[in-house]
Every structure is written in C-alpha cells, then in structure tokens.
C-alpha cells in the first residue's frame, strides 16, 4: 500500500544552519506529495506541496522537490531560524474513486537554537 | 486565519464523564476527518466522513463515535472517557478535488483523570 517514510529525529541545528528533512515513499500511480508543519500547540498547517515529477514546491524560504526517479521529496531550508522549531511531516495522496486520504509519515522534531 | 474550528482547545474531565468534541468549518467542504495525535507525534486516522450522513471508522481503532448531520459540523464523542483516552485530537476538511491536501483545526488537548 502507499506510505511515507520520514527522517527520525529529533533534529537539533544552531540558527543560521541548513536544513534537509529526508522524505521518501511508496505508491502505485503518481501521488501529490505535500510537506506540513505543526507550530507547538497548534495543529497541521500545509507548508507546501507538489502535484508531478519534478514540481518543487517552496513557501517561507522551504524547499522540496519530487523526485519520482528516487521516490522522494526531501525537505530543506538554507537558513534557520528559531522560529521555524516545529513538527515536520511529509505526507501523499492518490485521488481513488470516493476517497482522497492523506498518508502522513511519522514527523519530524526539529528545535533551532540561537 | 481558522476557518476549521475545534472547541475545547483543552479540556480535563474526569473518568467515566461523556464527552464531546466539536469541530465546525465555514468552506463548504465535504470531507471531514478526527486524527488522533499521541505523544510520539504520530497521526492516526480514527474517523472520517465523506459528507451528511456518511462516516467511517479509520485506520486506529477507537471508542469514540462520530455524526454527520450537517456539512459544517463532525463533532466526536466519547461515552465514558478513560485515561487512556488522554491525547491530542486534531480535526481536519477537505474538498474532493484532487491534489488539495486538508486543512486542519488546532486541536483538542483532552486530559481524563
């Protein structure tokens, strides 16, 4: 079946530091692949997204990039900040008749220090 | 800015109270979706709704119970709440279009002591 795998954590860097979050996964078909972000205490919010081999999304200085030769869509970031300390989950869907769940990975702990 | 809505955003009850989570969203959607949340991070898919009077049981087996009587509102309710029933509940919409991905409430912290 499909599914995600995620980078295990917790992922500690200093302010400043460059970010990759390793996201790989397993589907039939060409899934979305769809990167959220949970700020403490709050829930999921869509950090970016992309629909077909080679789309890279990007939103507040985050990138991925789906890679259907590699079955992945790794996360990165140049530059850190400490207020981009959060849960990161890598997550996919495939639109089948009458359904359109998402499969989320298990997430990721990033803390940034200053 | 919300435009799914849960209520409580935490919540301390005692045990074998009834409880009820609501969780309300103003797009329109007809997906809706309770994800339980444990402490390892990890999402667990519990229940879901394809639209008024439609729900299904999720991935996770759970004691909880779902309605669907109107688009806008899937609340979830627990009988007899337990302590192992303490996690974090996370509401979430969707539309049936391809690609969109869900939006999520900010969840409920239930606490059963």
């Known amino acids: 079946g499909d599914s995600v795998t995620q980078m295990e954590g917790p992922v500690t860097l200093s302010e400043e530091a460059f970010l990759t979050i390793n996201c790989t996964y397993t589907?039939?078909?060409?899934?979305?692949l769809f990167w959220y972000v949970q700020y403490p205490g709050e829930g999921l919010q869509l950090l970016l997204k992309?629909?077909?081999?080679?789309d890279k999304g990007s939103n507040k200085g985050f990138e991925a990039t789906y890679r259907k030769e590699t079955t992945s869509f790794h996360l990165e970031k140049g530059s850190v900040q400490v207020s981009d300390s959060a849960v990161y989950f890598c997550a996919l869907t495939q639109v089948q008749t009458g359904a359109n769940n998402l499969f989320f990975g298990t997430g990721t702990r990033l803390t940034v220090i200053p | 800015e919300a435009d799914i809505y849960q209520t409580p955003r935490y919540l301390v009850i005692g045990t074998g109270k009834k409880i009820t989570l609501e969780c309300s969203q103003t797009m329109g959607h007809d997906k809706m979706y309770w994800y339980q949340q444990d402490p390892g991070m990890e999402l667990h898919l519990i229940h879901y709704s394809y639209g008024v009077n439609s729900t299904e049981k999720g991935d996770l087996s759970s004691e909880s119970t779902v309605s669907r009587i109107r688009t806008e509102h899937f609340p979830l309710t627990l009988e007899s709440a337990r302590p192992s029933h303490t996690s974090q509940y996370l509401c979430a919409s969707s539309v049936d279009r391809p690609n969109y991905g869900y939006t999520f409430g900010s969840g409920t912290r239930l606490t059963v002591v």
């Open positions: 589907a039939t078909g060409y899934p979305s």
């Open positions: 992309a629909t077909k081999a080679d």
